[in-house]
């Protein structure tokens, strides 16, 4: 059985990566999806052929696209491995983390997916995990992040699963909760969905999760509706309360509620007239 760690990035940061690049390993291979500019592309191309050269367990491609949707899309249509793990180009895994999910895959066999852990640089959990394997529920997949995402190939390519281009970084016209939808419609596809207690990435002190935009909240409101129909205006209050004292000094309750309550609506619209 083969990983593939699924990296990508954008622009300048190739560098960072093929300069602090992961070391040989049996059993896993590497590709690289980067989004570029036609004129960052001829940049930096001798730096990544070089690079490449030296690496035969490195693929690599690029797009001139925008949306981080799209480039795990395009990851997704060339990828290779038997397991595949996604992750972007600022994120570390402890020692052993390839070999265990690899593992994990044998000890979970029915398994189509499995979700990790994630800590700081410093020890602290990202969020708050359970204890225990568990399958993944509908209410559990709002708590997956994308970097702690691995696949088998076969099954996602099996029942055509693919990330939502209209949602995520750089997403049109909704920027967050691409993971969330992704493994949503996982579940309504009829995949097997996993949590593993094990901790194996580390990711960098940067939480833009508590930056509670306009956009953001809208964008919310989209996504509730994409993955609960109308339920997600029942959705977005819960969520205005649980969430109050993350989002509380940027604006108060009623706005929360009243944006994402615009965001189901809106999303509602679009596929009515056929724009989604």
């Not at 960072?16 to 690289?32: A, G, T, W, Y």
């Not at 997956?144 to 016209?173: C, M, N, T």
């Not at 989209?222 to 940027?250: E, P, T, V």
Request: charged share 25%; proline share 2%.
């Amino acid at each position: 059985m083969i990983l593939e760690v699924i990296i990508t990035t954008m622009n300048e940061n190739i560098l960072r990566l093929i300069n602090d690049f992961f070391p040989n390993q049996k059993d896993v291979i590497f590709l690289i999806s980067h989004q570029i500019t036609k004129h960052e592309h001829n940049v930096y191309q001798s730096s990544i052929d070089h690079f490449i050269k030296k690496r035969k367990d490195v693929r690599y491609i690029f797009f001139f696209e925008k949306g981080l949707s799209r480039n795990r899309n395009q990851s997704m249509r060339v990828s290779k491995g038997d397991i595949c793990l996604v992750t972007d180009d600022d994120i570390r895994f402890k020692t052993g983390a390839f070999d265990f999910i690899l593992q994990s895959f044998k000890e979970l066999p029915y398994s189509d997916i499995i979700t990790y852990k994630t800590e700081f640089p410093d020890g602290r959990q990202y969020k708050r995990y359970k204890n225990h394997i568990s399958r993944h529920t509908k209410r559990s997949c709002m708590r997956v992040s994308s970097f702690e995402i691995a696949y088998k190939r076969k099954s996602i390519d099996r029942v055509k699963l693919r990330w939502d281009e209209h949602f995520g970084l750089g997403g049109d016209p909704y920027t967050n909760h691409m993971e969330n939808i992704f493994m949503v419609d996982a579940l309504n596809l009829g995949l097997n969905g996993y949590f593993y207690p094990k901790t194996l990435v580390i990711h960098p002190f940067i939480n833009s999760g508590f930056n509670y935009s306009e956009h953001m909240v809208f964008s919310k409101g989209a996504a509730f509706y994409r993955m609960f129909g109308n339920l997600s205006y029942l959705s977005n209050i819960l969520y205005a309360i649980k969430k109050y004292r993350d989002y509380r000094k940027q604006m108060g309750f009623l706005r929360f509620c009243r944006l994402s309550y615009l965001g189901s609506r809106d999303f509602k619209k679009r596929i009515h007239i056929g724009e989604i």
